[in-house]
């Protein structure tokens, strides 16, 4: 079933995977009921400081198995998000996700930021008029520091106002998300 663009079913196998990428060990979680089924993406990890301590976090927040074979559909994510990472900028829009454990709140900022073009970013307030609730800036701030699918769904084109880099939860902060922006052209300079 598919409802708000994200599909919603009962799944019953939950893997997840590591990967080198040029900007560190990244992991992905996915969960798939059956071996014909498409994966929904339940988690993406950005790199910590080490393999292991990403493999330790999406762990702790998927409660996956480890896999290493992940099925087509999450190897083909896998290469797209390492083509990203080197310059060659990706469209991340058509992936199926898995955001059952999502608050309906949060699920309208994820779907917000879906929507914000590679290279460009919004703020905190323009992300809470698109989620319904204009008043709910700081409420979307916390609903994308909870995002379980970083990059995917990306939080890090989202800035506090006066283009201020607001807060980034990944492993070294908004130096991360400076990254991140400068590899997708976006306007940096405003960290400085």
Not at 23 to 44: E, K, M
Not at 137 to 143: E, I, L, N, P, S
């Amino acid at each position: 079933m598919k409802r708000d663009g994200y599909n919603r079913t009962s799944m019953n196998s939950a893997h997840y995977h590591i990967f080198k990428t040029a900007l560190g060990p990244c992991g992905i979680a996915w969960n798939q009921r059956d071996a014909r089924s498409r994966p929904l993406v339940t988690h993406f990890q950005l790199p910590e400081a080490t393999a292991a301590m990403t493999d330790s976090r999406i762990v702790g927040k998927s409660g996956a198995s480890k896999s290493d074979s992940p099925p087509r559909a999450i190897a083909e994510i896998i290469e797209r998000v390492c083509r990203h990472f080197e310059g060659e900028i990706q469209d991340f829009g058509d992936i199926d996700l898995d955001l059952d454990e999502s608050p309906p709140f949060a699920r309208q900022v994820y779907k917000a930021a879906r929507k914000i073009p590679v290279g460009q970013t919004r703020t905190y307030g323009q992300i809470a008029k698109s989620a319904g609730n204009p008043a709910a800036a700081r409420a979307v701030g916390q609903a994308l520091g909870q995002n379980p699918i970083a990059l995917i769904v990306p939080c890090h084109r989202v800035l506090a106002a006066g283009g201020k880099s607001g807060g980034f939860s990944a492993h070294g902060g908004c130096a991360t998300k400076a990254r991140m922006l400068e590899i997708e052209g976006a306007n940096v300079t405003m960290f400085a």
